[in-house]
T-cell receptor
């Protein structure tokens, strides 16, 4: 079935380090791909999205490229800040509207 | 816009009691989703509606769970009777889904934290 797999967390980095959170997916057809972020005590917020192969989504210094050949949508940021500490969810959306999330990856950034 | 409004934010109840969680989606949105989040199982889709009609309820754990959407501006998730394993954060989310489009961007509420003793 359709699914999303993310790298296990927590990921712990020092401020200004480079971030990569891996995400791969399995889907029938051509899904849209998303990264959502959840700060403590809050609901999920859309971080970025890509709707077709080779699209790059970007927001707040974060980027992810839709790679159809490797079925991946890895999240990257060149220089993380303490305020980026949160849980990051990769997700895919099907034409039915159903949104399927990965298990989430906790990022901790230390000063 | 006030966003997706969920109530109550916190609920503590005893096993066997009925629990009703409420959600007001964003005005103009035509899809509504209920998710459950726990440490063990992550974020699980319970049910979603499109134009007030349930489309997929395959994630509803068992008959103790039911969800309704009587109109475009209100939905409920009911658990009766509640059990300790139902303790979780329940999120409601809404979106505007254009026909045939997969780019479904959800707006989430702040969640309802349920504790069943």
């Amino acid at each position: 079935g359709d699914s999303v797999t993310q790298m296990e967390g927590p990921v712990t980095l020092s401020e200004e380090a480079f971030l990569t959170i891996n995400c791969t997916y399995t889907a029938t057809g051509y899904p849209s791909l998303f990264w959502y972020v959840q700060y403590p005590g809050e609901g999920l917020q859309l971080l970025l999205k890509a709707t077709k192969a080779d699209d790059k989504g970007s927001n707040k210094g974060f980027e992810a490229t839709y790679r159809k050949e490797t079925t991946s949508f890895h999240l990257e940021k060149g220089s993380v800040q303490v305020s980026d500490s949160a849980v990051y969810f990769c997700a895919l959306s099907l034409n039915t509207g159903k949104l399927i999330f990965g298990q989430g990856t906790t990022l901790q950034v230390k000063p | 816009d006030a966003g997706v409004i969920q109530s109550p934010r916190h609920e503590v109840t005893e096993m066997g009691q009925e629990v009703t969680l409420r959600c007001k989606p964003i005005s103009g949105h035509n899809s509504l989703f209920w998710y459950r989040q726990t440490m063990m199982r992550g974020l699980e889709l319970l049910i979603y509606f499109n134009n007030n009609v349930p489309i997929d309820d395959s994630g509803m754990p068992e008959d103790r769970f039911s969800a309704k959407m009587p109109n475009a501006s209100f939905s409920t998730l009911k658990i009766q009777p509640s059990e300790p394993r139902d303790s979780a954060v329940y999120f409601c989310a809404s979106s505007f889904l254009a026909g045939g489009s997969g780019a479904n961007v959800l707006t989430f509420g702040a969640g309802s934290r349920l504790t069943v003793l």
